[in-house]
């Protein structure tokens, strides 16, 4: 096997799923994905959220340009996008599909320092059990994932708000040990490198 098609394996991995088996809080789990397309506006949004809505089964929000970009024909608080969160089970199932149109093959650099991980799909048919519609064409996407523990609500509350403690936050090793235990994917340190045939 190549340095480019070794898997990233942590050699703590038994470690920390030991210490989430002695300390059930501190074990991470996904808080919501989102999945979103930037398009631009007009019709091909339009397009756009009937796909992610037949995608995931719920109904898209649109996302507004922040600033006129007149290269690109962008008007300020002009919808240019649609995206969807999704939580609970709903998440964990369409990032099960979506994972296999990247053939569970992910890199060290999608992830950030506070375990929270992102890909692209070039083409949505590549998700299983998805057939090309004439009519909405292909589009692209962006799926996001949050990793967290137990607790972190106490961020996000109205009342009596706090930070969560360093020692609690999530790290990218234990995201990794995390997603590749519950999707079974590979984790490699950079691209395979492809071979064409002609």
Known sequence: MSTSEEQMISPN???IIDDWKTFPMREPQIAKVVVDICVGGGETLERAATILKNL???TPVQSKA???IRDFGIRKREPI????TLRHQKAREFLARALKAKDDVLLIKNWDLDGNFAFG?????DIPDVKYDPQLGVQGMNITVCIERRG???KRRRMKRSRVPYRHRVTPEESMVL???DFGIQILEKEKERT???
């Not at 996008?81 to 969807?84: E, P």
């Open 81 to 84: 996008a649609v995206r969807v």
């Open 196 to 198: 064409y045939l002609f």
């Open 66 to 68: 922040h600033q006129t």
């Open 121 to 125: 799909i070039s083409e949505h048919i």
């Open 152 to 154: 972190f609500r106490v």
């Open 179 to 181: 997603v590749r235990r």
């Open 56 to 58: 995931t089964g719920q």
């Open 13 to 15: 991995e038994q470690l």
